[in-house]
């Protein structure tokens, strides 16, 4: 089973379109949307089972140059 997780992200003035390509490129989200307030940026990911995500989101998303922030949410029951 596979653990969704919704990730938003805070990107350098600017670069928002060019960090969304660079996610877009990597095929591991669901869904990117660029969002207002906050954050920028918003993506459901499936992280696969026995992954760590922590470990799964920093070796995948957060190394991308022009991510000033995240904020990751773990859900729990698809209702």
Do not use: W
């Not at 600017?14 to 993506?43: H, N, P, Q, W």
């Not at 760590?52 to 957060?62: A, E, W």
């Amino acid at each position: 089973m596979t653990t969704c997780v919704f990730v938003q992200l805070r990107c350098a003035p600017g670069k928002t379109y060019k960090v969304a390509e660079a996610i877009y490129e990597r095929e591991i989200t669901s869904e990117l949307y660029s969002t207002s307030g906050d954050f920028d940026l918003l993506m459901k990911i499936y992280i696969p089972e026995g992954e760590d995500v922590g470990m799964f989101l920093n070796d995948k998303i957060l190394d991308i140059p022009d991510i000033s922030r995240s904020l990751t949410t773990l859900t729990f029951k698809t209702f």
